[in-house]
């Protein structure tokens, strides 16, 4: 999922944005929070097990934006962090936007990141859902980054 948030980083960069509004290269912390999952079978397994599953669990890192990465579209920042996923959607305005990824599965088989909402310099907010055609599963989470400062 760290790998799905960072890519959702650069895909906040330009152009996948606005022109005018440019990702601030430097430090960003980047949490997510799952809001739960989907799969076949899911319906009977007993409520443990399902809070076992991650369900409202929260995530955070902190990852240096560099001005390079910054500058770049989003297909190639994209496929400089994570050489298996592309950009096959790809809508902004204003500061709204709405991306979906295709990304090859580790062993799992192709993957589809959908995301949606709103993004500054400074911050971004937004929902994502995350889909395992072959497995038949779908996970969603909240995913916020806000600017640090200098990287460190």
């Given at each position: 999922m760290k790998k799905l948030a960072l890519a959702f980083l650069i895909l906040t960069s330009p152009p996948a944005l606005a022109q005018t509004q440019v990702m601030q290269p430097g430090q960003w912390e980047i949490t997510s929070t799952s809001t739960g999952m989907s799969m076949p079978g899911m319906e009977d397994m007993p409520p443990e097990?399902?809070?076992?599953?991650?369900?409202?669990?929260?995530?955070?890192?902190?990852?240096?934006?560099?001005?390079?990465?910054?500058?770049?579209?989003?297909?190639?920042?994209?496929?400089?962090?994570?050489?298996?996923?592309?950009?096959?959607?790809?809508?902004?305005?204003?500061?709204?936007?709405?991306?979906?990824?295709?990304?090859?599965?580790?062993?799992?088989?192709?993957?589809?990141?959908?995301?949606?909402?709103?993004?500054?310099?400074?911050?971004?907010?937004?929902?994502?859902?995350v889909t395992m055609a072959s497995e038949g599963m779908t996970m969603g989470s909240k995913v916020s980054g806000k600017f640090l400062g200098p990287c460190k």
């Open positions: 097990a399902l809070a076992a599953m991650g369900s409202g669990q929260t995530t955070s890192f902190r990852y240096c934006l560099s001005p390079e990465d910054a500058a770049k579209g989003p297909g190639e920042a994209t496929a400089a962090s994570n050489g298996s996923c592309k950009v096959i959607k790809q809508q902004a305005s204003g500061n709204s936007f709405e991306t979906t990824l295709a990304c090859e599965g580790a062993g799992a088989g192709p993957v589809q990141v959908h995301s949606k909402g709103t993004a500054s310099p400074t911050r971004f907010d937004a929902t994502s859902e």
